[in-house]
């Protein structure tokens, strides 16, 4: 007889189960949400390593004598730049499209200013219709045969530059006083074409054709200097963390929390019950008639209920005493204590009384059948 494995605490209560099933899947809709976009946004990145990135390419670039600056900023302003230049813009993004929009690049009218006045744009990406051309080809060039992966191709037969008997695969177009050199493979260069060294040099050739600065552009990629971020208000650290991954770190943690204080059954430290006032009736009644006495300003009073309070415990205490000349001598000291003219008179006075008549109460033996010497200690300590 086999018995069943013992479910873990979690799973026993059927409440349990069902909001640890919605915490996982509010967790995979935020790591599918957040990962994703995240990636995208590094595609044809000169910072990123992944396949799709051109860090290897940006570095053999440098290598090879013509180092590419990393532009961070809006396309209004690359105006700022000195002219002529280059700018190199990385967008694999466009050719997810189904149709095109615009002109199928994502160029808008200040970049568009920007070139006709005699700069050079170079567009990876450019939107064209997909025809029957394998999805891996290589293409011969003047750099060498280089690997084309994609099936997009262009009818564009002006200012032909590279093409198959597909279609085109980069054309120039003319623009005022410069020029934009359009790409349909948007991985042309990428990091995973690294072995293939037609490749870089392909890339490299068209953008060192008019002698140019070099830039690409980063801004695309969510890249901004600090310039940039102070302007659009992205200073925030919730700004900031909406544009890095760390926002997936912060989710996944507030998940493991949550996650810990649902099914630990705590609220973020042990359940405390708050402390009950204990109450003392006695000791409340005491310090009112305290009070009572102390604003009447009247000792003797006090002194005459003190004496008749405790003197049925007195004399059974004086009993008590072993010998007779001891009952004598603390008789004639309670006679005196009593005495009408030696009750006290003012505040003072009465301090001096029940201190005497603490010393006397001291000097008797207690009395099992009356617990009255607690009332008269408390009544005098006040």
């Known amino acids: 007889m086999g018995l069943d494995p013992p479910l873990p605490m979690l799973f026993k209560s059927r409440r349990n189960l069902v909001i640890l099933l919605a915490i996982a899947v509010v967790a995979v809709a935020a790591l599918l949400w957040t990962g994703p976009g995240q990636a995208d946004h590094l595609q044809g990145s000169t910072y990123s390593t992944t396949p799709g990135g051109y860090g290897a390419w940006w570095q053999w670039m440098e290598k090879a004598g013509t180092p590419v600056q990393r ?13 002529p230049a280059t700018l190199l813009k990385i967008n694999p993004r466009s050719i997810l ?26 567009y990876l990406g450019r939107w064209a219709e997909l025809t ?23 009818p564009q037969q002006e200012g032909k530059i590279l093409a198959d008997k597909y279609g085109t695969l980069i054309w120039r177009q003319r623009q005022g006083k410069g020029e934009i050199i359009w790409v349909v493979p948007p991985f042309l ?6 072995d293939e060294p037609a490749n870089f040099a392909l890339l ?12 690409v552009d980063e801004y695309l990629h969510g890249y901004k200097d600090a310039e ?12 900031y963390l909406q544009n890095t991954p760390l926002l997936l770190i912060f989710l996944q943690s507030l998940v493991v929390v949550t996650l810990l204080a649902i099914f630990g059954n705590r609220r973020f430290g042990q359940p405390q019950t708050p402390p009950s006032l204990a109450s003392n009736n006695n000791q409340a009644y005491i310090n009112a008639l305290a009070q009572v006495l102390e604003k009447g300003d009247r000792p003797q009073f006090v002194v005459q209920q003190l004496l008749q309070a405790e003197s049925p415990s007195l004399e059974r205490r ?51 059948s009356n617990p009255s010497g607690k009332v008269l200690k408390s009544s005098a300590a006040e």
Do not use: C
């Open 132 to 154: 029957d051309a394998p999805f891996t080809q290589t293409v011969v060039t003047d750099q060498g045969p280089i690997s084309i992966q994609g099936r997009r191709r262009s």
């Open 228 to 239: 940039t971020l102070q302007q659009e208000g992205v200073e925030s650290v919730w700004a």
């Open 204 to 215: 490299q050739s068209l953008l060192t054709e008019g002698h140019n600065p070099l830039w």
């Open 189 to 194: 260069a990428a990091n995973a074409f690294q």
């Open 97 to 122: 499209n189904f149709s095109p929009y615009d002109d199928g690049g994502s160029i808008n009218p200040s970049e568009s200013e920007w070139v006709a006045q005699g700069n050079r744009l170079v």
């Open 71 to 83: 532009w961070r900023k809006p396309g209004d302003k690359l105006t700022t730049l000195s002219s």
């Open 318 to 368: 004086l009993g008590n005493l072993p010998t007779a000349q001891a009952r004598e001598a603390m008789a004639a000291l309670l006679t005196n204590l009593s005495q009408p003219d030696k009750l006290p008179k003012q505040e003072a006075d009465l301090r001096v009384w029940l201190k005497q008549w603490q010393q006397l109460q001291a000097q008797l033996p207690p009395s099992s």
